[in-house]
């Protein structure tokens, strides 16, 4: 009698306990499809404070098809190693600002409203809005290079620039051959959506361009340092403030594995993928030995870190994303 008790209560217990892991009916349930935080990460450099925001994600497809002169076995183990899809590749679209107080300076402005790569692009005016950042607030916006994801943020479709009191800077070089419809190889890729984004967004603002050279302090606390190859004129910038240094360097590198463990690996997308080649592990070596902070426009979000050597090529080492207050380089 008393072990049938036993057996009682306990299956009454399993049965009590079974009950309490159900759902109620009529209880509350967190809603699925719940928005994520908003696109933006705020750090300092010295004393300005710097913003990422972003353009969206850039789905580039199958890494075979955009990353050559590699084996395409070696392609797949090293995004295995790194615990990436070996069947598509996604870029983010990191967009810097920084505020120097006296200034506001924009790096880049993402794909406008042109679909090529889908319609997870064009997020920047909706972003920079979200980190606080009015438009018509910035006063200059240097672009690395001509290219559609880079310059394609300009101007509106109606042609009403979209940083009405903005000065421009890009290379002379890169403005001429993405302009010029006979400058441009017929089997480059998606060769008439960059002529047509080029031609939309640098031509009505052809009297506010400067032209940067190498080595030229452009803007107090920005230099320009050409790295050719991706395009003609491709240039990425160093940045300084409160004796603090950042490296924008743009389109130097795409992939933080596929162009950095082997870095004379090219890009299909590449103008010259030799020089290309050539300029990424020469800027890298830099970057590396003294140990300059960068960030990449198209590393995993907010693609701030550093790179080392690593045999032949190199590592990226993402920095820490500080949430307390305002974090620091």
């Not at 497809?61 to 183990?77: L, S, T, W, Y």
């Not at 004129?233 to 240094?245: A, C, L, Q, R, V």
């Amino acid at each position: 009698m008393l072990r049938s008790t036993m057996t009682t209560r306990r299956a009454v217990l399993a049965g009590a306990a079974g009950a309490l892991l159900l759902p109620r009916e009529g209880r509350a349930r967190i809603p699925l499809g719940q928005p994520q935080a908003p696109y933006y990460y705020r750090f300092m450099l010295g004393e300005a404070e710097c913003t990422v925001v972003s353009d969206g994600l850039l789905p580039l497809g199958d890494p075979r098809a955009a990353f050559v002169n590699i084996d395409k076995d070696e392609i797949a183990r090293e995004l295995r190693e790194s615990f990436l899809p070996a069947s598509a590749a996604t870029l983010e679209q990191n967009v810097l600002v920084v505020n120097f107080g006296d200034r506001a300076v924009l790096f880049d402005t993402g794909m406008g409203t042109d679909t090529l790569f889908g319609t997870t692009t064009g997020k920047l005016l909706t972003t920079l809005r979200q980190a606080g950042i009015d438009p018509a607030q910035i006063d200059a916006v240097v672009m690395s290079h001509a290219h559609i994801d880079h310059c394609g943020g300009l101007v509106a479709d109606d042609g009403t620039p979209n940083f009405p009191n903005a000065q421009y800077y890009i290379g002379q070089a890169d403005f001429e051959y993405w302009t010029d419809d006979s400058k441009v190889p017929a089997a480059y890729p998606a060769r008439g959506n960059f002529l047509a984004q080029a031609r939309k967004n640098l031509l009505p603002l052809r009297d506010r361009l400067h032209f940067y050279r190498d080595h030229e302090q452009i803007l107090p606390g920005v230099t320009a340092l050409a790295a050719p190859g991706h395009t003609v004129s491709h240039t990425i910038f160093m940045i300084e403030s409160g004796g603090k240094s950042l490296c924008y360097i743009g389109d130097l590198a795409h992939h933080p594995v596929l162009l950095l463990e082997r870095p004379r690996t090219q890009f299909a997308y590449d103008t010259d993928p030799v020089q290309s080649a050539e300029s990424r592990v020469r800027m890298l070596t830099m970057l590396a030995a003294n140990r300059v902070p960068l960030l990449a426009y198209h590393f995993a979000w907010p693609g701030i870190g550093h790179v080392a050597r690593q045999g032949d090529g190199f590592r990226y080492v993402p920095a820490p994303i500080q949430m307390q207050g305002v974090g620091a380089l």
